[in-house]
């Protein structure tokens, strides 16, 4: 039912920002819980952020705590991640998620985007 689609990858300079987008469509209410993942080539899936639709409850990996907001504007179906200070060790695939719970288990959500390239250069 539910269906997720991420925008906003690209290329961007260690020490620059991009913001990461993630539509929600489909199904009959909003997800209880978005989390954003990442993934490099022949690695399990990483932990970045979670959030409570309603973002009352909010986590981050210590890795990106401080330099990454995961965030909902009001009236729209999308949540954004915002990546800055981008490092070199960023690089690799972004992934968002909806469950029922927000936590730090990719195993627990659900319903997947196909992903958004970074990629962090000297």
């Known amino acids: 039912q539910v269906q997720l689609a991420e925008s906003g990858g690209g290329l961007v300079q260690a020490g620059g920002s991009l913001r990461l987008s993630c539509t929600v469509s489909?199904?009959?209410?909003?997800?209880?819980?978005m989390a954003w993942f990442r993934q490099a080539p022949g690695k399990e899936r990483e932990f970045v952020a979670t959030?409570?639709?309603?973002?009352?409850?909010?986590d981050y990996a210590y890795s990106v705590k401080g330099r990454f907001t995961l965030f909902k504007a009001n009236s729209w179906k999308t949540v954004h991640l915002q990546m800055n200070n981008l490092k070199r060790e960023d690089t690799t695939v972004y992934y968002c998620?909806?469950?029922?719970?927000?936590?730090?288990?990719?195993?627990?959500?659900?319903?997947w985007g196909q992903g958004t390239q970074v990629t962090v250069s000297s």
């Open positions: 959030r409570r639709w309603d973002g009352v409850y909010l």
């Open positions: 998620a909806a469950g029922v719970v927000a936590t730090r288990t990719s195993e627990d959500y659900n319903v």
């Open positions: 489909g199904g009959t209410s909003s997800p209880s819980a």
